[in-house]
């Protein structure tokens, strides 16, 4: 195994925190690739169960890689795609890129979402044209029934097939939710939603495509 780092400035720190947080060598080959070397490490949340998330969502005989893609130059793009959100949108965004005979077969993304108890970790696997596969809550405080329905298979499995240009409403594209558990639900859809248009940025960003709406 081996791991394959562009390093330069203060990239060496977010290498670090990469290993320390999951984000790094394990029993499944990775690479990390890191494509602008100012680049600062935000908070990253860790991705815990690469190997049962791998085998959920893309079935056997995969690997990953780890990419860091540098969002600044499209951050204006997605604040106004994202709309308001209660946390600060990250000038990164970590992607698991999987792989299977050496082809892409799609990718995995993580996010911290504000719950009523806490930070909700959600783990998001999309195809290779963006489009999600599925959803898991990785972390959870949450109690009573807002804890039950976000981690519902009627929950989780209504985020399939969406993509970025998705409103990701509860009671519209997503299931209606009682009052009590809708705060904690609103909160994952949309930091599910902002994961897919950070990707849908990025993606756009790199190959010139930047430009218009969503």
């Known amino acids: 195994m081996r791991i394959y780092l562009w390093l330069g400035g203060g990239v060496l720190a977010a290498a670090a925190v990469l290993l320390k947080l999951g984000w790094g060598p394990g029993s499944i080959p990775h690479v990390a690739t890191w494509h602008n070397s100012a680049a600062e490490a935000p908070s990253i949340c860790p991705w815990r169960d690469p190997r049962n998330d791998l085998a959920r969502f893309f079935g056997p005989s995969v690997s990953y890689s780890t990419e860091i893609l540098v969002l600044s130059r499209a951050r204006a793009w997605i604040v106004k795609a994202v709309g308001p959100t209660p946390e600060p ?6 992607v ?4 299977r005979s050496g082809r892409v077969v799609g990718s995995i993304l993580t996010g911290r979402a504000p719950g009523q108890f806490g930070v909700i970790e959600v783990v998001v696997a999309v195809d ?37 240009r998705d409103a990701f409403r509860p009671g519209e594209d997503l299931p ?20 897919v248009i950070e990707l849908e940025a990025a993606s756009r960003f790199h190959t010139g495509q930047l430009r218009g709406g969503v």
């Not at 698991?96 to 792989?99: A, D, K, S």
């Not at 209606?176 to 902002?194: L, N, S, W, Y």
């Open 128 to 164: 290779p044209g963006r489009r999600i596969i599925g959803v898991r809550i990785q972390r959870s405080r949450e109690i009573g029934a807002a804890g039950r329905f976000i981690a519902s298979e009627r929950w989780l499995r209504a985020f399939r097939g969406k993509s970025a």
């Open 89 to 94: 949108l990250a000038n990164v965004l970590y």
């Open 96 to 99: 698991g890129r999987v792989f």
């Open 176 to 195: 209606a939710v009682a009052p009590d558990v809708r705060p904690t639900a609103q909160a994952v859809a949309q930091e599910v939603r902002a994961l």
